[in-house]
């Protein structure tokens, strides 16, 4: 006979789980006990909503689902913003949570909270586990259904006392799930009409989103792209999917993406979207967006068909499939034909390009925040994974840093969680030892999980940390600017009876917590302090002061088309 | 919402809120499941009109009637994501005419020795039934599609209505050859 608890620890081992990001609590605690006796690594998080970040910045960087373990109660509802994050994203997780004991749940014990029923909306799936015969099955199917299809987080709740029950573990070599479709494979036929749009079209466009990540699919899409010579916009999650080094790159497009992807996408007569949901970051006004395109859609979630546009060619189908597929229909083309085809198409978008570059004006005494991050890339030469908070920092990272390689730019796009980016980069450290990790954060997203810091020191994972410190809630500060005659609602986060005065000292807190830091705020001083940043092999903090009066341009207004961008 | 007045002050999802949608969900039989299809709708501001549910010939699988009123397209995203849940096995949404739509209506309503007789005629023609008889009153049983439920329901208003309990209907697709005693 076996205990429950090592039931649930014999199920992590059997799915290849190397390790749980998990903050103990009463109605966990016994799966920790379990723990000590297994090999799967075990990282203490200083805060659940950290741990839950932490599994997806494994999940992100590896491919592999996360794993996080929370206490009931408390411990439960800190997960919940974590698992908010990796539903939207569609990032793979399995969230642990301890539950109070059978006989207990709905009589408001002690730390009880209905998690499954908090949870419901934000998950792809979930589980309360009151018989213990249940436990092998259970994890079985919540592994495969994170990672498979369209991924997601997926939640299992299991009362303590069916913890510390016995009994004899059946583990099933496969799922039997019959309401969960199966990956949908790209029809035939519709392919046939993707390569006929593609010979009539004269601006054709791709645009890629997270689902060439998940999906595995960068490599098809870049033979893609070479061969019909068609340029290409990610979206946010897309980023790294297609190298923004290659000539037919346009980098990211929406709200704050280039002017000449943008551009691109609403001039476009063929419109190729794969793996996207056309989010309202990236549509402006749906209605207007690439108005007068025919749209191809190839999504893997049935729900994201026609759900904010209609399509002319929906093609339900894994992105790497249908991909797959294109390129083989493709194989007797010359490149070259394509080539002439669009080729006034791409004079367009070259000058485009040459009109409306990004870039930021130098400062004799001052950091700009953009310089910050393209003097990063250059000294990791582009070989590094990302990680940001959310505001203008995050923007600015996509702008300045190039990505190559999908899963080296991680961010809470989404949701949009402040506090992500530093527990994510502890994850993807986790997951990536031997690569530079590095958390791109704003002053206001840092303090949101700064905790985790003892994390990063007691765990020794070397991920660093640069804080583009502007002492202010910058996009809602340049929200303020532009369209509330900068009238500050509570957006200044230093001290307002020292406004001068740096506040806090982040490089004290580093010190604190035993992790070397160092503060800039001269250019001269950028250089070097990034060469210290990177050389070291632990945890490193870089405050970094920039002037608040940057905004990120270009900028289309919430709700408007690529016509009322905003490039000053 | 007869007035163009009150429709501005109304969002445009509730603009077609009369629009009247049967759904047959075929589920798997495992707790939570109502819950997660419940949530569809009311995140989305939709109010189920009725809801049944009861196991199949299969008692691994239950299958749900659920009647909505609202916007088309947003009831078509609905679909899809019931579709998307991992316990729901298969969604039918009827059309009017495309499916045989029953349900079942318990009321109790006075009748005395002076109006029972006459409230008996009424329950007859519409093959009512009666199942329990007090000195004061009545309880009547009836199934049928919606329209002839209402018919009977307006008649028997008038010996007045002590309580009542509907069920709201049961809907499944009608074979192509078939046709409703009731149409």
Redesign the interface.
């Known amino acids: 006979m076996t205990r429950g608890a090592d039931i649930i620890v014999q199920a992590l081992e059997r799915e290849g789980v190397e390790v749980v990001f998990a903050y103990p609590g009463g109605t966990s605690m016994e799966i920790h006990q379990s723990l000590t006796r297994s090999k799967i690594r075990v990282i203490l998080p200083r805060h659940e909503q950290g741990e839950a970040f932490a599994a997806e910045g494994y999940a992100r960087a590896s491919g592999r689902p996360g794993v996080c373990m929370a206490t009931s109660g408390p411990g439960a509802t800190n997960l919940v913003t974590g698992i908010a994050d990796a539903y939207m994203d569609s990032i793979p997780m399995v969230a642990i949570t301890g539950q109070v004991p059978n006989f207990f749940i709905g009589k408001m014990a002690f730390q009880e909270t209905d998690v499954v029923g908090l949870t419901l909306p934000i998950v792809k799936h979930s589980y309360l586990v009151l018989d213990i015969n249940d436990i092998p099955r259970v994890f079985k199917e919540a592994f495969h259904l994170a990672r498979t299809g369209r991924p997601g987080p997926v939640l299992i709740d299991i009362p303590k006392n069916v913890q510390q029950m016995n009994a004899q573990p059946v583990f099933p070599d496969s799922v039997d799930l019959p309401g969960y479709a199966e990956t949908p494979k790209a029809d035939p036929i519709a392919i046939q009409e993707v390569i006929g749009l593609l010979a009539k079209a004269k601006r054709p466009l791709l645009y890629c989103g997270g689902g060439i990540i998940s999906g595995g699919a960068h490599g098809e899409l870049l033979r893609f792209a070479e061969r019909t010579h068609i340029p290409v916009a990610t979206t946010l999650m897309g980023i790294g999917g297609f190298p923004e080094t290659h000539p037919l790159a346009l980098k990211w497009l929406g709200m704050h993406g280039t002017v000449f992807a943008n551009n691109a996408a609403n001039e476009a007569d063929l419109l190729l979207a794969i793996g996207v949901r056309f989010d309202d970051r990236v549509t402006g006004k749906v209605e207007k967006f690439c108005e007068h395109g025919t749209i191809v859609h190839i999504e893997i979630d049935p729900s994201e068909i026609g759900k904010n546009k209609p399509v002319a060619l929906p093609i339900l189908s894994d992105v790497k499939d249908a991909l797959r597929k294109l390129n083989a229909a493709l194989e007797g083309d010359s490149p070259a034909s394509f080539k002439a085809r669009y080729a006034d198409w791409h004079r367009q978008i070259a000058a485009w390009k040459k009109q409306y570059p990004l870039a930021w004006k130098p400062s004799a005494h001052e950091i700009p925040p953009q310089q910050v991050i393209r003097t990063l890339y250059e000294m990791t030469k582009g070989d590094a994974i990302i990680t940001t908070g959310v505001g203008q920092h995050q923007m600015w990272t996509g702008q300045f840093y190039d990505f190559t390689k999908p899963r080296t730019f991680l961010t809470s796009a989404g949701l949009g969680a402040m506090g992500f980016g530093y527990p994510a980069a502890l994850g993807a450290k986790v997951a990536c030892p031997n690569k530079q990790v590095i958390d791109i954060d704003g002053d206001g997203s840092f303090q949101m999980n700064i905790q985790e810091l003892a994390t990063a020191h007691i765990e020794k994972i070397a991920a660093k940390a640069i804080i583009l410190n502007n002492r202010h809630l910058g996009m809602v500060m340049q929200w303020e600017d532009r369209f509330y005659r900068s009238n500050r609602g509570n957006t200044f986060l230093a001290d307002p009876s020292h406004p001068d005065k740096e506040y806090p000292d982040f490089v004290q807190i580093a010190r604190g917590f035993n992790i070397p830091a160092r503060k800039v705020t001269h250019p001269r001083d950028l250089r070097p302090a990034i060469r210290e940043l990177l050389d070291v092999d632990t945890a490193y903090v870089l405050d970094v002061r920039v002037p608040y009066t940057e905004h990120v341009l270009p900028m289309i207004p919430s709700n408007r088309t690529y016509k009322d961008v905003i490039i000053a | 919402m007869d007035s163009p007045l009150d429709c501005r002050t109304e969002s445009p999802l509730s603009l077609s809120m009369t629009q009247r949608h049967t759904l047959a969900i075929l589920?798997?039989n495992k707790?939570?499941v109502l819950?997660?299809i419940a949530?569809l709708f009311s995140?989305r501001g939709f109010n189920i009109d009725s809801l049944n549910v009861a196991t199949t010939t299969d008692p691994a699988f239950s299958r749900m009637t659920v009647v909505v009123r609202g916007d088309n397209k947003v009831l078509?995203?609905i679909t899809?994501?019931l579709?998307?849940?991992?316990?729901?096995?298969e969604v039918q949404h009827f059309h009017p005419h495309e499916a045989v739509e029953r349900e079942l209506i318990l009321l109790k309503v006075k009748a005395d020795s002076k109006t029972r007789s006459e409230a008996m005629q009424i329950v007859d023609i519409f093959r009512a039934k009666i199942v329990d008889v007090q000195a004061e009153s009545i309880l009547v049983e009836t199934t049928g599609a919606q329209r002839k439920v209402e018919a009977f329901l307006s008649l028997m208003r008038k010996f007045g209505v002590l309580e009542m309990t509907r069920t709201g209907p049961v809907a499944m697709r009608r074979a192509a050859t078939a046709c409703d005693d009731e149409d």
């Open positions: 589920v798997e707790f939570g819950v997660r949530g995140g078509d995203q899809r994501q579709e998307k849940l991992v316990n729901v096995i």
